[in-house]
């Protein structure tokens, strides 16, 4: 098993997300469960990665760095935070 | 009139839908009203597009079909979506937890599932891990219903499921089942032999659908033994549907012999009786004889009066003269069904008293 | 032929006999009442609207008195489509706005093939201007008042979204105007013909505001969405429009619409391709006339 800090997450299959965004203002559709939601750009931006394929947490926390222009180990914790909370709504899963 | 006379076009198109090219603007004003009362507008609509009739629908009755597939294709999403948050809540839970009617025909892709409506959610669990079962699904969101006390205690001391639980959020309603009939019902009947035959879902693990011949003496058992018939035909299309896709060499023997072994011959008898009746479902002759616990044969034709007028009573315009009085003594005969009337005398004076109080 | 050329007997006879079928934009309803009250408020605000044979109707409906002792004690009234009943019995002086209140529902219910939000619809040059508002906004008072002023009514509660073009389609129906907001459009427009009042219905007292002749004729030409904008009636307020986050107003419309969640995807499509093609804007105003006059400016734009 792979430590916690390198997992690969992805959007579950059932998901089928939609996205429009309106001057910097994301939101999503989550075609299984039907529900709307606005995401914070951060969020949107690691939701919309994984959404054009599954990805390691190593690979986000540095695109999430660059989009914050700050360093890898600098945007981890809030990395943890949005898969957390795009787990919670079902818009991202650790692959196995 | 007969009932079949009073109940065209929808029959018609029950039995042969590439009838709905034929219809007229008027016969699609009555059988929009018959069909959208009875629960089987979206399934009529399905089946338009299906059979690729969709041109030949009049303009004026397209969009009412198109709105019909809508809210089928909603009901199917989310009773897809459910099963999945079902199967997460349940997942610790020993034996296995089999969905019921819709959502089993839709989660197993079963041919009733096209364009079927549905209300709540029915579940069947070992009695053993009842508890366990309502205790899980309490920390996914699912709390019992707004029933008094009474209701309550009804419910876990003499009915044959959980009182309806309800999500807080999403406000989906689940019915837990340990049986398929109450423990105090005329008939009895045992879960067992279906809980140790039921087909795993796929993508759903640790739930579960009930092998052919059970799907259809549940639904049998399940429309028969009711008192309200306000889904009856919608019931019975379920049943044609599913006898359609079963039939076969094989099949009928084997259902029978389960009907037998789960001592459901009766309700089966009625299913196969009305449905060949009314929906001309393809049943061999020799297998309604053969039905075990067959009524005798002066009752036959009383129970078909009962049941023609429950199964025609979602709209008005199909109800024969006398509904009022056969849905009454399809309603009793519900209750009596259900239980000795040592019981059910006081359940109803209970239920007759408390009607008018609001339930908080 | 048009309701209004119908006497007033032959109306009320034709409504007894469940013979009068009116049409209201896309939909053609079977309406059946025995009451005065009834065949009064459809000629005082329906005249202008079509009726057909009735080959095949939309929606049936029926106002009435239901059974039982009770309406011997006090005199009840009960709306059925098609023989069911989705309301409680009301007071029997609400019927006509119980069957303003029913053909909403009838429409809400069952219109599918439809996106349908919770807002007013207008339009003006070709451009329609959709008004969300939570209750209590002014979006009714707004709503008659710009009616009168020469915008075209589409719909008062319910904006239908065409699911093949993404276009605005009217309904045409009359406006209905609850307490303060009835006496102002009676003061600033005294021609405006509104219906008998309900009062101490749920919504306090309601009336219903004839809809302009022009807004019924072109009942059937759809609009394309321009402007989505919030008003707020704020005593003291300047009138005055401020840009509105495009992903809020997605949102708003989303939770308060009819059947948004039912449509799913096609749902989200469509609402996002409203908010696409709109400039949103919140609304202040405290004066009718101001509220007017920016609205003539911003259609002017």
């Known amino acids: 098993m792979s430590s916690p800090s390198h997992r690969t997450w992805r959007v579950p299959p059932q998901a089928d997300p939609l996205h429009r965004i309106w001057e910097d203002e994301d939101v999503f559709f989550h075609g299984g469960a039907g529900d709307t939601h606005r995401l914070s750009a951060p969020a949107a931006l690691v939701l919309l990665r994984l959404m054009r394929g599954p990805a390691d947490e190593t690979a986000l926390a540095v695109e999430l760095a660059e989009a914050a222009a700050c360093r890898p180990e600098e945007a981890g914790p809030a990395l943890a935070a949005i898969l957390q909370e795009l787990a919670r709504l079902e818009f991202a899963e650790p692959l196995a | 009139m007969n009932v079949a006379e009073r109940c065209q076009p929808l029959l018609d198109v029950l039995r042969e839908p590439a009838r709905m090219a034929a219809l007229d603007l008027g016969e699609w004003d009555r059988l929009l009203r018959q069909a959208g009362a009875a629960g089987l507008l979206s399934r009529l609509a399905v089946q338009v597009e299906a059979l690729g009739l969709d041109a030949r629908i009049p303009a004026r009755v397209r969009p009412h079909l198109t709105a019909a597939r809508s809210v089928a294709a909603k009901q199917r999403q989310a009773v897809r979506w459910e099963a999945r948050r079902l199967a997460k809540a349940l997942a610790g839970l020993d034996g296995p937890v089999l969905l019921l009617k819709g959502a089993a025909y839709a989660l197993a892709d079963l041919p009733p599932a096209a364009g079927r409506l549905f209300g709540d959610i029915d579940l069947l669990a070992p009695k053993a891990q009842l508890g366990r079962a309502e205790g899980a699904l309490m920390l996914a969101g699912w709390h019992a219903s707004g029933k008094s006390e009474y209701d309550q205690r009804y419910y876990r001391r003499w009915m044959h499921e959980l009182p309806p639980m309800i999500h807080l959020r999403r406000g989906t309603v689940l019915d837990v089942h340990h049986n398929l009939l109450p423990e105090t019902a005329r008939i009895r009947t045992r879960a067992e032999p279906i809980l140790a035959d039921a087909r795993p879902l796929p993508d759903l693990p640790g739930l579960f659908v009930p092998r052919d011949t059970d799907l259809v003496l549940h639904s049998a058992c399940h429309l028969f033994h009711e008192g309200e018939w306000g889904h009856g035909l919608r019931d019975l299309v379920d049943l044609d549907a599913l006898l359609r896709a079963f039939a076969g060499a094989a099949f009928w023997p084997r259902l029978l012999a389960r009907a037998a072994d789960l001592n459901l011959g009766r309700p089966l008898y009625y299913a196969l009786d009305c449905c060949r009746r009314w929906l001309r479902t393809p049943v061999p002759e020799g297998i309604l004889a053969a039905c075990p616990a067959r009524p005798p044969a002066w009752q036959r034709p009383l129970m078909r009066v009962l049941f023609d007028a429950g199964l025609a009573s979602a709209h008005a315009g199909c109800r024969p003269p006398g509904a009022g009085v056969a849905l009454f003594l399809l309603f009793v005969r519900g209750h009596y069904l259900r239980m000795p009337w040592r019981l059910l005398l006081p359940h109803l004076l209970h239920q007759a008293l408390h009607r008018d109080r609001p339930q908080d | ?301």
Not at chain 3, 101 to 125: K, S
Not at chain 3, 128 to 145: N, R, W
Not at chain 3, 264 to 274: D, I, K, P, S, T
């Open chain 3, 1 to 301: 032929m048009k309701l209004g050329e119908l006497s007033a007997r032959e109306l009320r006879e034709r409504l007894a006999d469940n013979a009068l079928v009116l049409r209201t934009g896309p939909f053609a309803t079977r309406m059946h009442s025995s009451l005065p009250q009834v065949a009064d408020g459809l000629l005082r605000l329906y005249a202008d609207f079509p009726l057909e044979d009735g080959a095949f109707c939309d929606f049936h409906v029926r106002v009435g008195p239901p059974k039982g002792i009770r309406r011997w004690l006090k005199p009840q009234i009960n709306f059925w489509y098609d023989g069911h009943s989705p309301f409680k019995p009301l007071p029997a002086n609400h019927a006509f706005a119980l069957l303003e209140w029913g053909m909403n529902w009838c429409v809400a219910g069952h219109a599918h093939h439809y996106l349908m939000l919770h807002a007013a619809v207008l339009e003006r040059g070709g451009r329609a201007l959709v008004m969300p508002g939570d209750p209590g906004a002014g979006k009714s008072t707004l709503t008659a008042a710009l009616m009168l002023s020469g915008w075209r009514l589409l719909s008062d509660e319910i904006a239908l979204i065409d699911r093949d073009d993404g276009l605005l389609v009217g309904l045409g129906r009359p406006v209905s105007l609850k307490n303060a907001s009835i006496d102002v459009i009676r003061g600033h427009f005294p021609d405006a013909v509104i219906g008998a009042p309900a009062h101490d219905t749920h919504k306090g007292t309601v009336a219903h505001l004839r809809p302009t002749a022009d807004s019924v004729a072109r009942v059937g030409e759809k609009a394309r969405p321009a402007w989505v904008v919030f008003p707020r009636w704020r005593k003291g307020a300047e009138a005055r429009l401020t840009p509105h986050s495009r992903a809020e107003a997605f949102l708003h419309t989303a939770n308060h619409a009819f059947n948004y969640s039912l449509l799913g995807e096609l749902g989200f499509e469509l609402n996002a391709a409203l908010m696409d093609a709109s400039a949103c804007r919140d609304f202040e105003y405290s004066r009718l006339e101001d509220a007017v006059r920016a609205f003539a400016e911003l259609a002017a734009s």
